[in-house]
Every structure is written in C-alpha cells, then in structure tokens.
C-alpha cells in the first residue's frame, strides 16, 4: 500500500523568508504532483512531476522530484502572504493511465507580515 | 469551457436517507474519480472509472456506489447516509499527464 507522508504538516513564516516542504513516499513512482488548496476552496494544480531530477519553477515556488529517494521538495523563496494555503502533494502508484493518486495530509502554511 | 462541475453546493441529510452526488466535466477526459476530505486526513478515493462503463473501488468505498454515466458525468450514491460520512466530496477528472482537475465540491453533513 502506497503512503505519502508531508512534513511538516503545519508551517509558520515570516515574509521574505526561504522554507521547504517534503513529501516523501513508500512506493516505486516517477509520477507526482503539487496542488494548493485555499480554505473553503478547491484544489489548484501548481505543478506535475514526471520523471527523476525533474524540476519546475512558477514565480516563489520550486518543485522537484527525486524518485531514488522518493521523495519531492517544495521551495518556497522569499514568502510573501498570497502563498498562505494548504499544499498537497499526491503520488501516483498505479500502473498504466488509471491515474490514480494518493495524497499527503497537506501541509498548512501561514505566511506572517 | 467550465471544466469540472458538482451539484448540490451543499446538503444536510438526516441519518438513512439517500441522496446522489452530481458530477460533468466537460473536458473530454477518461478517467474521473471521487474523494472525500476531513480534517487532517487529507483526500481520499472513494471510486473511480478510467473509462466510460467501468468503475473501480477506492481507499474508502463503503457506504457508496458509483455510476459512469457517460463519458461526461460520473455519479457518487449514499444509499443510506451515516453521520460518519460528514464530509466534502470532490470529484475530479484527470488529463492524459495525470494531472487531476477538481470540481468545488460538495459539503455534506448528516445528523
């Protein structure tokens, strides 16, 4: 059975500082994804990892997938307070395109003036 | 281009009544899954259909049942709802990357 497990599951930060986020999973994937959720709100893709040492970047947010390791990074440079949500990361242990994703139990980051 | 649309926004039901989650995505994927998410445990599959005709159970599938409609709609069934299953029900549908695309789903509480 595939477990994802997020740390940490809550962060605090000030403005402008720098914070990662790992998502660590038990099983054999080189398919991951980040999602941010906003309370009350859905969930957004931020970013889809396909393969090992893949590396996307959009605007403070860095994602990167090591699948020897399993695990992925989110990097967070310079924070500011729009990035306050939670983040999921989600792995895909199946075969084929079913797709089917197992989600960590978020991390909650409130970014602070 | 709506992508992924739920229906009802909201629900209260009372303990043993039935009710049946909507869900259409209009972006032409196979693959559509239901979730549900409470607090601290993050989301996880109720069902799934990788194709139009099939469906397949998934983490937490009791107390559910599940219909692909079409290749649009994929419909989630309480038959008898329980106060365990107080939740929010999202339903989301999936590109040929993996990426998954979730409608605003539905918030359901049972007394």
């Known amino acids: 059975e595939l477990k994802v497990e997020q740390n940490p599951l809550f962060l605090s930060m000030q403005e402008g500082k720098n914070y990662t986020i790992y998502c660590n999973y038990s099983t054999t994937s080189d398919r991951l994804y980040w999602y941010r959720q906003d309370p009350g709100k859905s969930l957004e893709s931020l970013f889809v990892?396909?393969?090992?040492?893949a590396v996307k970047q959009e605007g403070r947010l860095m994602a990167s997938l090591d699948t020897k390791a399993r695990l992925s990074t989110l990097h967070i440079t310079a924070a500011v307070h729009d990035l306050s949500a939670t983040y999921f990361c989600a792995v895909d242990g199946s075969r084929g395109s079913n797709y089917k994703l197992t989600f960590g139990k978020g991390t909650l980051l409130t970014v602070n003036p | 281009n709506a992508g992924v649309t739920q229906t009802p926004k909201f629900q209260v039901l009372k303990t043993g009544q039935s009710m049946t989650l909507q869900c259409a995505q209009d972006?032409?994927?196979?693959?559509m899954y239901w979730y549900r998410q409470d607090p601290g445990m993050g989301l996880r599959l109720i069902y799934y259909s990788a194709s139009e005709g099939t469906t397949d159970k998934g983490e937490v599938p009791n107390g559910y049942n599940v219909s692909r409609l079409n290749k649009r709609e994929f419909s989630l069934r309480l038959e008898s709802a329980a106060p365990s299953q107080t939740s929010v029900y999202f339903c989301?549908?999936?590109?040929?990357?993996?990426?998954?695309?979730f409608g605003p789903g539905t918030r359901l509480t049972v007394t």
């Open positions: 989301a549908s999936s590109s040929n990357l993996g990426e998954q695309y």
């Open positions: 972006m032409n994927h196979n693959s």
């Open positions: 990892l396909l393969s090992n040492g």
